[in-house]
């Protein structure tokens, strides 16, 4: 049963540009969630996703970031005219379809490094 | 909103030695989920170690185990004979029990865990 997968690995863009970053959940995952990884710092939360919703959006900055999470294909987190602060490691989690306390299984990361 | 604090920065202990990570929270939930999470320089998120809050009895893993005061609201983790592979930074985290994880983790600001040979 392959992992979480996320790609690309690294990712680097000129202040401007947009980052378009992919997750593709476990096999039979149908809950994702993304974290931003600043350095010297722990996960913070951004953003939780069910297959076509938006369950809570809470930890996402109001302007340039999106998520989706369509029907077929991978979650994909986009940000729009990057700036050097957003320079981190983005983290996918997923997981199964039940309740309490369900466990996350995270992918690698994709480190985003704006120039 | 739940906060988890990590008191220490950095680690450094001699293989095969016993080393404890602290770990608090804060909360106003009864029912919630505590975790370990170990990154090593690869960056891989990987989980040590689960504790549901309601179980009284403390989760263990081989080497590693936990320490978890509930009223205390401390939850530290405890590895034994630690390895040279153990060398990672090392994550706490909070997790409500909101039927499906609504909130997310919560995590700390790590521990970096360095095991000397």
């Known amino acids: 049963n392959a992992g979480v997968m996320q790609n690309p690995r690294h990712l680097v863009r000129r202040r401007g540009q947009e980052a378009r970053l992919r997750c593709s959940p476990m096999?039979?995952?149908?809950?994702v969630y993304w974290y931003r990884q600043l350095p010297e710092e722990g996960l913070k939360f951004m953003v939780y996703?069910?297959?076509?919703?938006?369950?809570?959006e809470s930890g996402m900055p109001k302007e340039r970031f999106s998520a989706e999470f369509p029907k077929e294909g991978p979650s994909i987190l986009r940000i729009q005219q990057v700036v050097r602060g957003d320079s981190a490691a983005y983290f996918c989690?997923?997981?199964?379809?039940?309740?309490?306390?369900?466990?996350?299984?995270f992918g690698n990361g994709t480190r985003l490094t704006v120039t | 909103a739940q906060t988890v604090t990590q008191s220490q920065p950095e680690m450094s202990v001699q293989e095969a030695e016993t080393v404890t990570l602290s770990c608090t929270y804060d909360?106003?939930?009864?029912?919630?989920?505590l975790f370990w999470y170990k990154q090593p320089p690869s960056r891989q998120m990987i989980l040590v170690i689960r504790?549901?809050?309601?179980?009284?009895q403390n989760a263990t893993e081989n080497r590693f185990s936990v320490n978890f005061q509930k009223a205390a609201k401390s939850f530290s983790l405890k590895i034994s004979d630690s390895q040279l592979g153990d060398t990672a930074m090392y994550f706490c985290?909070?997790?409500?029990?909101?039927?499906?994880?609504?909130?997310?983790?919560?995590f700390g600001k790590g521990t970096h865990l360095i095991i000397q040979p």
């Open positions: 989690a997923s997981s199964p379809r039940y309740g309490r306390g369900p466990t996350l299984h």
């Open positions: 096999k039979g995952h149908s809950h």
């Open positions: 996703l069910q297959k076509e919703n938006i369950i809570d």
């Open positions: 909360t106003s939930e009864s029912n919630y989920y």
């Open positions: 504790q549901e809050a309601y179980k009284q």
């Open positions: 985290a909070f997790m409500n029990d909101s039927g499906g994880g609504a909130d997310g983790l919560t």
